[in-house]
């Protein structure tokens, strides 16, 4: 970890944009004021001001008998409460009578759509869970999930809740190697997956890499698969089932568990500093109650909203704002499965046009890939029906913001930028689009219950526009409960970093009206498009290749991608350096981890620069990859003609 001190912060944006009256005047918090009187008193009485929440905006079999019980690190939300989410997501809404309202509004990438209904999203779930219990599914049993982008991915979440089975979902891009090591962690017995995805005109091969997988996994029982392709696949008798074969026969009808507060809703697997993937543990009411008071009040939702986030369930944001949140608050979710640039880069626009799309969330890394295809492709769509924006997974630079300000929000949607990662389950900072006066490139307040700083390395809260640590110091509904499997590495990476409060290792700076700007990551972890990668699990891919003798990987500033990955590669004696092996490298990467780990440069070295005790000293390299040279403080290191060497070497 840097120290504070070294976190620079160089940026100064004076740009600011106050709610347009007529979003405020219909906006849920409409004002500073009401933002501030509400977040006072959730972080003096937490557990009020959640108890309000949960009771009124959710179903709960049996009430709670304790809100919060909080030994740090270790938090329980709505102790002895019996609820289940999926009942919170379906029957709910149509209780409400939202039963004919469109919960799903799919655009496959051929073009294909569908509309499901919130009582046909509820039928089409019973269907599901009642074949995964007649598989033999029970209650606490995890269920892998590695599936296109198809309504059946939030069936197949939706039953897993429903039925208390946790789920573990793997993003569609990750090889068989990354799902091997999943299934073997969460030691799950069923896997669901789909003959193939669309993705950009092919065929993504779903069921393949998942054949290979299970070859490694020899406690797998049941491989569960959807036809979306019909492409040519490999049957593997006895393990094999075709989804509509399993739900041809089966009630429309299955009567929600009653899952505790407590029980596991899913796991979800991260990059970590040490190479060995985290599976980010969260449970069920907690997680439930802030995912969807986050998503009513920072996506301001009305019962007629069209809302589209255009990240893959794969990943947390589609875990929380596709499915869980905003299912809660019974809008129209758009779903789309494939590329943003499929046929054309206009793809997207066509959708907020087609769908009437009035919310959109995406990543800054998607804002800037349009950017470079111009500003006559948005100008072609109405997208007239979009109110409110918002950016996810990494900082937003200010002139991204603005091309999404004006070319796609027509210089009249707020824009919402929300911080907040895996382990957080939910939004932790971002603006209340009636309430706050918008600054590109912040993220700007803590939302309710959220007591966010930035400090030191100590713990000291740094003054205004300082950079420092971003840390947490309370306990949150939706914050992650451990890693499963390893909760000395929960305390340790989390919660011992800075005695008592929760560490992010995000750098950051509060300005002097309190707004927050983050400013990256503190550690190794390198975040593209929008995915944290850990650069040590790169490096063991790298180096588990036969030709490779050591690796080093760095992040570099990437004009689309925010980060990229470049790669120092030391060779094995007998292996001779060459442009054949460069792509073979990435090709290996792409095998053991996914294409979105492939580095932008590899760079043969004879050797790496290391500090006398051994370490790699990565700052150089950054140095050298991002700049071309090392100007930087070179004492420490043992053999400075490394250096030179690896200047000479071509990227
Ligand atoms: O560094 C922060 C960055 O993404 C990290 C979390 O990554 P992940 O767990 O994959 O979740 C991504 C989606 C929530 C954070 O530690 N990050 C995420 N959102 C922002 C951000 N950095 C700056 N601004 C954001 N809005």
């Known amino acids: 970890m840097s120290d504070s001190e070294s976190i620079l912060s160089s940026m100064t944006e004076t740009r600011s944009f106050p709610p347009p009256e ?48 909080w030994q740090c690190p270790l938090a329980k939300w709505f102790v002895g409460g019996k609820t289940n989410i999926s009942y919170n997501c379906l029957d709910r809404q149509i209780e409400l009578g939202r039963g004919d309202h469109a919960a799903i509004l799919f655009e496959g990438e051929p073009g294909d759509t569908r509309e499901l209904s919130y009582n046909q999203l509820l039928a089409e779930v019973c269907r599901f869970a009642n074949a995964l ?11 892998t999930i590695y599936m296109p982008m198809v309504p059946e991915l939030t069936v197949a979440m939706l039953a897993c809740a429903r039925i208390g089975a946790p789920h573990s979902i793997i993003f569609g891009g990750f090889s068989a190697t990354a799902i091997a090591d999943r299934v073997h962690d969460a030691e799950s017995r069923t896997i669901i997956t789909a ?16 054949d290979e997988a ?25 393990l094999d089932r075709w989804w509509s074969d399993l739900v041809s ?43 969807a008071l986050t998503s009513k009040l920072i996506f301001d939702f009305k019962p007629d909203d069209v809302y589209w986030c255009s990240a893959d369930i ?29 046929p054309d880069w206009g793809r997207f626009w066509k959708i907020v046009q087609d769908r009437k799309v009035t919310v959109f969330y995406t990543a800054p890394t998607a804002v800037r890939a349009f950017m470079r295809q111009g500003t006559e492709i948005p100008a072609r769509y109405d997208m007239s029906t979009l109110r409110l924006l918002g950016s996810v997974g990494e900082p937003i630079n200010p002139e991204a913001w603005m091309w999404y300000h004006e070319h796609i929000g027509g210089s009249r949607c707020p824009i919402v930028d929300t911080w907040w990662q895996t382990e957080t389950g939910g939004i932790m900072i971002a603006p209340l689009p009636g309430a706050f006066t918008l600054k590109p490139g912040s993220a700007t307040r803590p939302f309710f219950g959220i007591d966010a700083a930035v400090t030191d390395s100590t713990g000291k809260e740094q003054p205004a526009n300082s950079g420092g640590l971003l840390v947490i110091r309370k306990p949150w509904p939706s914050m992650l409960r451990g890693i499963y ?16 409060v929760y560490f992010t290792s995000d ?30 699990e790169v490096e063991s891919a790298l180096v588990s290749h036969k030709s490779v003798a050591e690796a080093a990987v760095v992040g570099i500033p990437h004009e689309i991608k925010g980060q990229a990955l470049a790669a120092f590669v030391a060779l094995k004696l007998d292996a001779t350096a060459s442009d054949d092996l460069k792509k073979e490298l990435l090709d290996h990467v792409a095998k053991q981890i996914g294409a979105i780990a492939k580095p932008d440069q590899i760079r043969f070295t004879d050797a790496l620069p290391k500090t006398r005790s051994g370490k790699i000293m990565r700052r150089l390299l950054k140095e050298l990859a991002s700049t071309g040279e090392v100007k930087g403080d070179t004492t420490t290191l043992e053999d400075f003609s490394v250096v030179a060497k690896l200047s000479e070497s071509d990227g």
């Open 249 to 291: 026969s089966e009630s429309d009808v299955c009567e929600a568990e009653q899952c505790d507060s407590e029980d596991l809703l899913f796991i979800l697997y991260t990059s970590g500093t040490t190479g060995k993937p985290k599976g980010i543990m969260h449970t069920t009411g907690g997680y439930m109650v802030y995912t």
């Open 314 to 342: 794969g990943w947390i944001t589609g875990h929380s704002y596709i499915t869980y949140g905003p299912l809660q608050n019974g809008v129209s979710v758009v779903m789309y499965e494939g590329a943003p640039n499929h």
């Open 507 to 536: 750098a950051c700076r509060r300005d002097e009206d309190g707004n927050f700007w983050l400013m990256g990551r503190v550690d190794d972890v390198i975040n593209i498009s929008g995915h944290r990668i850990g650069t040590a």
């Open 195 to 210: 003959d193939g995805g669309w993705r950009r005109g092919s065929i993504v091969p779903l069921k393949y890499n998942v």
């Open 22 to 69: 007529s979003f405020a005047k219909t906006a849920r918090i409409s004002s500073l004021d009401e933002y501030q009187r509400l977040h006072k008193q959730s972080i003096d009485d937490p557990e009020a001001f959640w108890a309000d929440v949960a009771e009124k905006n959710h179903h709960w079999f049996k009430k709670w008998d304790k809100v919060l019980d």
């Open 133 to 143: 219990k007649k598989l033999g599914v029970k209650k606490g049993d995890i269920v």
């Open 485 to 500: 499997g390893d909760m000395d590495r929960y305390r340790e990476q989390y919660w011992s970093q800075i005695e008592n």
């Open 214 to 238: 299970v070859k490694k996994c020899p406690n797998v029982e049941n491989v569960v698969v959807l036809k979306r392709c019909d492409n040519e696949i490999t049957w593997n008798d006895g």
